[in-house]
């Protein structure tokens, strides 16, 4: 990945049609290339995540 450390990477432990992108050995973004999705992660925890919704309300949506 570009701008960073080095620390990221890019790969499918799902098959071809959902890659992951990782920073710092972590998933963070779940792109389904398939579908058309992006999934980001939004928080370091639950919690962090729950506030980040609270305060963006309808810019952040939950996935199931």
């Known amino acids: 990945m570009r701008g960073g450390r080095g620390t990221g990477s890019f ?6 049609g959902e890659l992951v992108a990782k920073v710092g050995g972590k998933g963070f973004a779940f792109i389904g290339l398939d579908g058309g999705t992006v999934s980001v992660k939004c928080g370091r925890d639950a919690a962090e995540a729950a506030e980040r919704r609270d305060r963006y309300p309808g810019a952040v949506t939950m996935s199931h």
């Open 11 to 16: 790969n499918y432990p799902w098959g071809e």
